[in-house]
T-cell receptor
Framework: DGGITQSPKYLFRKEGQNVTLSCEQN?????MYWYRQDPGQGLRLIYY???????QKGDIAEGYSVSREKKESFPLTVTSAQKNPTAFYLC?????????????FGPGTRLTVL | GDSVTQMEGPVTLSEEAFLTINCTYT??????LFWYVQYPGEGLQLLLK?????DKGSNKGFEATYRKETTSFHLEKGSVQVSDSAVYFC???????????FGKGTHLIIQP
């Protein structure tokens, strides 16, 4: 089955630690995205990537980092600089940014800072 | 910049009631419009889309019509079921590389 996988589903982090969230897609999509979801605030864009080895900051990139070394993978690192990282994180992909527009989402990772 | 406004929730209805969730947008040019649905603890699933004015998207009994004159894309369903309980997001794409702009979501609760 084609789709997007995210792991882990639940993640707990101590203050001061960096953690990395995995996102993998086998849809052969060029573009990938990371969103943060907080209750009552909808989705906010963290980072996006249109092509391998290139990525751009979204609206709330501070305290996060990404890499795009392979087309199918777009991991997100939540660093200790992110002051309020507890949230639900969603990864998405689309065929080509700005062309077909439709984004397909993974099941999400819920991060909790202890 | 682009923005999407949708009605605040929660919206509570009885089973078999008629559903309308309002969505209006602000955008330059001619955006594509989307409705996504999110069930508890899951990611978003595309429900329907429309890419130009007067297009009607439909899926699983849900419909929405792209109204350019009123900059709206209201979601409707004639008879809701308990299984429709979820959070519904309206979104637009202006064709830019940064993807979609989302509304804040509307939590729908259907009571038996």
């Amino acid at each position: 089955d084609g789709g997007i996988t995210q792991s882990p589903k639940y993640l707990f982090r101590k203050e001061g630690q960096n953690v990395t969230l995995s996102c993998e897609q086998n849809l052969n999509h060029d573009a990938m995205y990371w969103y943060r979801q907080d209750p009552g605030q909808g989705l906010r864009l963290i980072y996006y990537s249109q092509i391998v080895n290139d990525f751009q900051k979204g609206d709330i990139a501070e305290g996060y980092s990404v890499s795009r070394e392979k087309k199918e993978s777009f991991p997100l690192t939540v660093t200790s600089a992110q002051k309020n990282p507890t949230a639900f994180y969603l990864c998405a992909s689309s065929e080509l940014a700005g062309v077909t527009d439709t984004q397909y989402f993974g099941p999400g990772t819920r991060l909790t800072v202890l | 910049g682009d923005s999407v406004t949708q009605m605040e929730g929660p919206v509570t209805l009885s089973e078999e009631a008629f559903l309308t969730i309002n969505c209006t947008y602000t955008a330059t040019g001619y955006p594509s419009l989307f409705w996504y649905v999110q069930y508890p603890g899951e990611g978003l699933q595309l429900l329907l889309k429309a890419t130009k004015a007067d297009d009607k998207g439909s899926n699983k009994g849900f419909e929405a019509t792209y109204r350019k004159e009123t900059t709206s894309f209201h979601l409707e369903k004639g008879s809701v079921q308990v299984s429709d309980s979820a959070v519904y997001f309206c979104a637009l794409s202006g064709g830019g590389a940064d993807g979609l702009t989302f509304g804040k979501g509307t939590h729908l609760i259907i009571q038996p």
